[in-house]
C-alpha cells in the first residue's frame, strides 16, 4: 500500500475516532461531571458548523491515541509473565521447525494443485490483498457511523475503527520486517533459505496476507459472540494457506505472519477495552449527539 493513501484514510477517519470515542453516557444539553460532558448552551436544534480548528485538534486528538496505542505495543514484551514468555517461545519454536520442513510443505502443495483449487486460492488472495480489508474497514466505519444512535450501529464502528488501526500497524510492521529479513519468494526458486537483508520490500517473510487477516480476525472476534469469531478465524485460516497454495509464501511465513497479526488484533482490542492501562490525562472533544453541541471529557489516568 502506498504511503500517501494510508495518510488520507487515516486522516479521513480519525475524525470519527476521536468525535465519537466518549460519546456514549452523554445526553442532550447535559452538563453534569458524571457525564464527562461539558456542552454550550443553546437551542438544540442548531447544529454546530465544524470548523477547522476544531477538525485538527480532533485529528491531535486521534493522534495522540494512536501514538499512545504503538507505545503499547512496542512495550508489550516489557510486560511479559511466564505464560506470555511460553506462548512466544512455542510459537517461534513452531516457527523455526517449520523453516526445516518448508520444502517439502511447498511442494506437497504444488503437486497437488488443480484449476479448482487455484482459482480458489486467487479468490481469497483478493480478499487478502491490503486495498480490500481497507477499503472493507472503511465502509463498515461508514456503516456504523451511519447508525451510530443506535448501540449495534456503534459497535460497528468503534470495531472497524480498531480494525483499521491494527491493519495499519501490521502493514508497518510486516513491511519492516520483510525488509530486515529478506527472504526470497518460492517463486524465486532460491530455496527455503536464501536470505537478503535490506534488498526489497517484496519478499516472503512475513505473510502480509496473513497477518492482516488474523488482525482483523482478532479483532471482531474480541467484539462480537459466536458465530463470528468462527467465520473471522476460518476465513483469515484459508486466506493464509492460499499464500502457500500459490506459491507466494512458506508454511513458515504464514505461520509467523498470523501469530503477528493475531498478536496485534488481540493485544489493541485489550487496550481499547482497557483505556486506563497507559497513565497520564488525555483530553478529547467529542459530538453527544448528531444534532448539536460540544462535548469535552478529561480522562485522568494514575
Same mark, same amino acid.
Request: charge should be neutral; include cysteine.
Given at each position: ?50 470548523? *477547522?480548528? @476544531?477538525?485538527?485538534?480532533? /485529528? ?52 497437488? +494443485? ?7 486460492? +486467487? ?44 491493519? /495499519? ?9 520483510? *525488509?530486515?529479513?529478506?527472504?526470497? @519468494? #518460492? ?20 505473510? =502480509? ?17 459466536? #458465530? ?27 505461520? =509467523? ?10 493485544? /489493541? ?20 449527539? =448528531?444534532?448539536?453541541? /460540544? ?8
Amino acid at each position: 500500500m502506498r504511503p500517501f493513501k494510508v495518510h488520507l484514510i487515516a486522516a479521513t477517519v480519525s475524525w470519527l475516532y476521536a468525535s465519537h470515542a466518549h460519546a456514549e453516557g452523554c445526553r442532550s444539553d447535559c452538563r453534569h461531571i458524571e457525564c464527562g460532558c461539558v456542552r454550550s448552551p443553546g437551542p438544540t436544534s442548531t447544529q454546530t458548523p465544524i470548523g *477547522l480548528d @476544531r477538525v485538527i485538534n480532533e /485529528l491531535g486528538t486521534a493522534g495522540h491515541e494512536v501514538v499512545s496505542d504503538a507505545k503499547y505495543l512496542l512495550t508489550s514484551p516489557l510486560r511479559m509473565d511466564g505464560k506470555s514468555v511460553l506462548i512466544a517461545g512455542g510459537v517461534a519454536a513452531a516457527v523455526g521447525g517449520l523453516m526445516a520442513t518448508d520444502k517439502p510443505i511447498q511442494q506437497g502443495f504444488q503437486e497437488n +494443485r488443480t484449476t479448482a483449487t487455484n482459482d480458489i486460492a +486467487r479468490s481469497l488472495e483478493t480478499i487478502g490483498f491490503a486495498r480490500t480489508v481497507l477499503g472493507a474497514n472503511v465502509a463498515l466505519i461508514g456503516a456504523g457511523w451511519l447508525f451510530r444512535e443506535h448501540e449495534e450501529g456503534n459497535r460497528l464502528m468503534r470495531t472497524a475503527l480498531v480494525s483499521l488501526e491494527s491493519q /495499519l500497524f501490521v502493514e508497518g510492521i510486516v513491511g519492516v520486517t520483510k *525488509l530486515g529479513i529478506g527472504r526470497a @519468494r #518460492p517463486t524465486g526458486e532460491e530455496g527455503a533459505h536464501s536470505f537478503s537483508p535490506f534488498d526489497s520490500f517484496d519478499t516472503s517473510f512475513p505473510s =502480509a496476507h496473513a497477518a492482516r487477516s488474523f488482525a482483523v480476525a482478532a479483532v471482531f472476534a474480541e467484539s462480537y459472540p459466536q #458465530p463470528v469469531p468462527f467465520l473471522a478465524y476460518t476465513t483469515a485460516t484459508l486466506i493464509a494457506l492460499s499464500r502457500i497454495q500459490l506459491n507466494e509464501h512458506f508454511a513458515s511465513d504464514v505461520l =509467523a505472519g498470523a501469530a503477528l497479526g493475531f498478536f496485534i488484533g488481540k493485544a /489493541l482490542s485489550w487496550r481499547h477495552k482497557n483505556p486506563d492501562f497507559l497513565h497520564g490525562v488525555n483530553i478529547m472533544p467529542f459530538v453527544p449527539t =448528531a444534532h448539536s453541541g /460540544l462535548g469535552l471529557t478529561i480522562t485522568g489516568r494514575f
